[in-house]
């Protein structure tokens, strides 16, 4: 049983694209998050909902916009992909104030 | 802010040697502290983490002590397997909200050959 899963794996796409990345969560927690790493591995947060409320917003451009439906799924939209958008992008989920678990990743490449 | 500084790799060891990877934080108040590992192609899964000082976290023959005075949580395995080969990550959470955010370090790449 997948606790916290993403679509899609992998996505590849062109410059100036609009795209969405999809996380869903079957723990039960309130609170989910997104991460972005990049090509030398570092791993830095963009997001934070608690009970489908933004809690955290990282200075990520506005080009990037989450979405939270209810407080399994928290998704990712991003409009104008640019290069420096190639990353791989991590959907974690934890109880309030708790350890946070996460999905398997979706590697994005924009060319 | 808070921050999160591991030592720079990466690190290549034979199997059964001994591991230990050097963290160091710097953070308000009392953090917990995280080790994850990252397997080839994987996502992050969760090593060990400790909530307080003195706490020590382990998990698969790895550890680590939550050290207040000298802010550190360095990892160490006593033998490690070429199945330890992966990228690890010393992590904090804030102790400032019920919400608060993990800040990580860099990241280290282990490689264990036979």
């Known amino acids: 049983d997948t606790a916290v899963s993403q679509t899609p794996k992998y996505l590849v796409t062109q410059m100036g694209n609009d795209k969405s990345i999809k996380c869903e969560q079957n723990?039960?927690?309130?609170?989910m998050y997104w991460y972005k790493q990049d090509s030398k591995k570092f791993l830095k947060i963009m997001f934070s909902?608690?009970?489908?409320?933004?809690?955290i917003n990282e200075t990520v451009p506005n080009r990037f916009s989450p979405k939270s439906p209810d407080k399994a799924h928290l998704n990712l939209h991003i409009n104008s992909l640019e290069l420096g958008d190639s990353a791989v992008y991590f959907c974690?989920?934890?109880?309030?104030?708790?350890?946070?678990?996460f999905g398997p990743g979706t590697r994005l490449l924009v060319l | 802010g808070d921050s999160v500084t591991q030592m720079e790799g990466p690190v290549t060891l034979s199997e059964e040697a001994f591991l230990t990877i050097n963290c160091t934080y710097t953070?308000?108040?009392?953090?917990?502290l995280f080790w994850y590992v990252q397997y080839p192609g994987e996502g992050l899964q969760l090593l060990l983490k400790?909530?307080?000082?003195?706490d020590k976290g382990s998990n698969k023959g790895f550890e680590a002590t939550y050290r207040k005075e000298t802010t550190s949580f360095h990892l160490e395995k006593g033998s490690v397997q070429v199945s330890d080969s992966a990228v690890y990550f010393c992590?904090?959470?804030?102790?400032?909200?019920?919400?608060?955010?993990?800040?990580f370090g860099k990241g280290i790449t282990l490689s264990v050959r036979p």
């Open positions: 974690a989920s934890s109880p309030s104030g708790s350890t946070q678990y």
């Open positions: 723990l039960g927690h309130d609170t």
């Open positions: 909902y608690n009970n489908k409320e933004l809690i």
């Open positions: 953070a308000t108040g009392y953090p917990s």
């Open positions: 400790a909530t307080k000082a003195d």
């Open positions: 992590a904090l959470r804030g102790n400032t909200g019920a919400n608060s955010k993990l800040t």
